[in-house]
Nanobody
Framework: QVQLTESGGGLVQAGGSLRLSCSTSERTYTSHIRGWFRQAPGKEREFVAAIRQSNGNTYYADSVKGRFTISRDRADNTVYLQMNSLKPEDTAVYYC???????????WGQGTQVTVSS
């Protein structure tokens, strides 16, 4: 089973930026769609963003549209989530995912904590 590993989380002030990365244990991982979910304390896990590997089409939750950008590096199968204008309500554990559906839910990383202070 492919492993997905997130990195790049941390503590940032409101208005700041972070970039998350998601690498795979297999460079030939061919998930059709890669994405990001997040889960805040006491809340359900929610979809954040996704990218279709074949054509690069991107999809975003309304709450992050215009602030977050998902992208991919096809050379090493890494997916990124650039997060700008961060808000305290973006505080959550962010999970990298992969699969063939939109949003992708088949494979999950362990998560990386993002904390935005006010």
């Amino acid at each position: 089973q492919v492993q997905l590993t997130e990195s790049g989380g941390g503590l940032v002030q409101a208005g700041g930026s972070l970039r998350l990365s998601c690498s795979t244990s297999e460079r030939t991982y061919t998930s059709h769609i890669r994405g990001w979910f997040r889960q805040a304390p006491g809340k359900e896990r929610e979809f954040v963003a996704a990218i279709r590997q074949s054509n690069g089409n991107t999809y975003y939750a309304d709450s992050v549209k215009g602030r977050f950008t998902i992208s991919r590096d096809r050379a090493d199968n890494t997916v990124y989530l650039q997060m700008n204008s961060l808000k305290p309500e973006d505080t959550a554990v962010y999970y990298c995912t992969g699969g063939s559906t939109l949003p992708p839910r088949l494979s999950w990383g362990q998560g990386t904590q993002v904390t935005v202070s006010s």
